[in-house]
């Protein structure tokens, strides 16, 4: 178990905390039983493309809490995101029926010679003027690869601003470089959260914090049946709901790649208990995690009854879906979790998962046990995946295994991936809400989906036909995994222990 | 400026990796950090191309290459670019990373420059300047370290001309604003190197730059270094045009200077403008009345947040073409001060008959400037606004009952494909857009 400690201001990173990898090549139940026995080992890679950085997901966990303001002290470039997380949390206001709110977000927009000479008076100007014109109940410091090296007293700023301001200003260490996993990025937004927003709370309440990134509410029902009130955080909520999470009967995970971390951090230090089975993906997996969390609030009769009524009203249709998927082979591409929770769905649904190029892989959780092993279950309940690689987001990677499986639909969850599958002719399908496919609704929500897009090939051959490839011939005949490790060719990450 | 930015509407220097997209079969290969693609994406990358995006290598740097340097993790990902991406021109971008570290990048792609590869590198770092400055940087690197060395001929080519005009991706309409300037410059006799976007040839007219007869640089002053640069290294003079020409009576002045500039038969010249005007000026004559009667309201002020070359060449054409009057233009490229002077004069001439006032705010924090904005607007509650600007100001446009024309990154709220607003056929396209947002809104 990974112990969780806010009193310094920065993350333990994950390739030091959980042992999480980016590179291998196997099977799902050789990285299923190397992970339990704690051997996968780290690799490098000889050639590598654009990946996405800690910032990023800090940000995206940080930019949409209501009240509060962003600061990225950083050079203007890693400001790209503002724009995009703003559409995100505008679309979303609007799902929610909340007013039409900006983001506000400020960069320091630093300069060379903010590198050379210093940039604190920089960062406290840019606090100040983030304060005057947005008046928010906290700010946020997320640091960037420059202001990391420049390596000034960050924290002696933001105090300073906290004692002046009289709002919390807090830092969220999160440079680029600092971590190879991204995901590292959750971690160093919940540590803010955890250290610098949170309070010890004195009495208990009913309700439950669902950590989620910014899906739909499909845990209300369920949650409000159990006699509980479901929280959704850390998007959407605002400065003084957060400073009161520690006072939840428990927390549920939706992907524990994103939010292990707070689960742990709110169990270690306010004694507030996890839902600790995997996600409810899939009919098996949605019983599975009725029961384990009608035991933990003690209605273990409600789950069963919510059980059966869930079977009655979607397994029939379900079912009829799953005929027409009979034989199919699917392949999956996505974050470390939620592609193992879509290996879930296409187990469920009886198609074939013949491969998967997720983007890590962390061996174990911050709840230090196998409980959320979403793979683990999903190869005992649905057989093994023969080709899993864990491929860091290297397209090239995906690109070249789906040339060798050709299966008959992908299923991704990140940009700049899902359109391989088109440019191969091979039906695809990106949905980005993670909740869209949890409970029994959600299996009939993907069966659905998935019947639409193997439905729909016009478009998608007709546009393989020109489609561009950028990729040459040498590198679709090496294997995928030609450059995880030495670089020798012989992927070194084969089963991630060598030959 | 140096201060903070709310609501960023560029990117720093990296971005000119997008530039590189947009030549035919260009590999943008970046020695920095692990997100600062996906950042620049995210701002000015609507779409990947052919090697951008999450196809763009990238040696994604590591504590370990911050502390021990990352030279050699450079030259792994350089020597595989090759074998595994099919590109015509490798351009290394350096990023924060590396630029404090100081790794040698000028040695480890010179070793690949020796076997001939076709490769060039720019020494950035994100906190250079931002992407309408490097964007001369890059292209004046290709021409020292490729076009140079791979060219064979020196030769003047008559009636040849290298455009360097919109920066791609930062126009979100850059490859549609390219075609109509070389549509309308092939009009008048030219041979046009474009460079950027489908009407190039990619590469092999790069290759010609340095026989052109002379250079045409139309903006404000992002790329006016590169026309510099060429005239100083192969004595190519330049003509600057300082905004994007948009609609008749703009390109027809556009053509006009490159004529008289390049001596071109007059008479061509005149044939060509005379036969577009007629065109252009038929379809605003057919829509006249709409303009003029149409009972509910279309826009009658407009404000801008955009760069120098798009706010001077809107302004012209709203108010000379359709009657829209200029309110508060503000610039958020950045511009430095020693240009500041030259946009103003040019707005001081925006009309032919009248002296103008026309308030310009120089100011990259766009939250500040919609401020500005919002406070200039009570004294025209009588009027129906018009905005041009970016996804950013959705939300002004919508409390104030606004119409919005989304000419500026970030765009996320339209999806350009070829639409382009330069030259004759460019202005009628802007006026669709404008009273299609307008005519959409009603009922």
Known sequence: MSKISIKEPSVVIREKRLGTINAFTGTASQIVEKSAKGELKD???????????????????????????????????????????????????????????????????????????????????TIRLAYDRVHPNAIFVTTSCASGIIGEDIEAVVDAASEELGIPVVTCNCEGFRSKIWTTGFDAAYHTVLRGIVKPSEKKSNKINIINFWGSHVFDDVIRRFGYEPRYVIPFSTVEELSHISDAAASIHICPSLSTYMGAGLNQLHGVPEVLVPPAYGVAGTDRWLRAFGKLVGKEELAEEIIREGHEKYVPEIEKLKERFKGKKAYVTAGAAHGQALITLLGELGMDVVGAAVFHHDPVYDSGDDKLDILGQAVKNYGDVPDYRVCNKQACELVNALNRIRPDLILARHGGMTLWGAKFGIPSLLIGDEQFGIGYKGALNYARRIDDTLDSIEFIKNYSKHASNPYTKWWLEQDPGYFQGDGSGRGCAAGNGGF | MSGAIEQPRFTCALGSCQSVVAIKKGVPILHSGPGCGVQISRIIGQGEGYAGGSTMPCTNAEESDVVFGGEKKLRDVVENSFKVIDGDLYVVITGCTAAITGDDVAAVVGEFQEEDKPIVYVEEGGFKSNNYVSHSRLVKAIIDQYVDKFSEDREVIPGLVNVFANIPYQDPFWNGNLEQLKRVLTGIGLKVNILFGNESEGVSEWKTIPQAEFNIFAGSWAGLDIVKHLKRKYGTPYLHFPYTPIGAKETS????????????????????????????????????????????????????????????????????????????????????????????????????????????????????????????????EDKRLLILGSSWDKHIADELHADLLIVSVPVQHRLVMNCGYAGYEGGLRAIEDIYDRVLATYR
């Open chain 2, 253 to 380: 002045a556009f053509l006009r200077a490159v004529g008289e500039f390049g001596g071109l038969d007059k008479e061509k010249v005149e044939t060509y403008i005379d036969r577009e005007e007629k065109k252009f000026y038929s379809h605003i004559d057919k829509m006249a009345s709409f303009m003029l009667e149409f009972r509910y309201g279309i826009p009658r002020r407009f404000y801008t947040l955009a760069d120098a070359s798009t706010a001077l060449g809107f302004s012209k054409f709203f108010l000379n073409e359709l009657g829209i009057i200029p309110g508060i233009q503000f610039i958020v490229d950045d511009i430095p001060e020693k240009y500041q002077e030259s946009v103003l004069e040019e707005f001081s001439k925006i009309s032919d008959l009248q002296t103008r006032d026309v308030k310009v705010v120089f100011d990259p924090d766009a939250g500040l400037d919609q401020q500005k904005l919002l406070e200039d607007a009570k004294d025209y």
């Open chain 1, 43 to 125: 690799c490098k890679r000889k050639f590598s493309q654009c990946l996405g950085c800690n910032q990023q997901q800090a940000f995206c966990q940080l930019a949409m809490i209501r009240d509060a303001a962003v600061i990225n002290h950083a050079p203007i470039g890693c400001a790209g995101e503002f724009a995009d997380f703003n559409f995100t949390y505008r679309v979303e206001q609007a799902r929610r029926g909340l007013p039409s709110q900006l983001g506000r977000y400020f960069c320091t927009n630093l300069l060379e010679k903010d590198t050379v000479f210093g940039a604190s008076r920089k960062l406290e100007e």
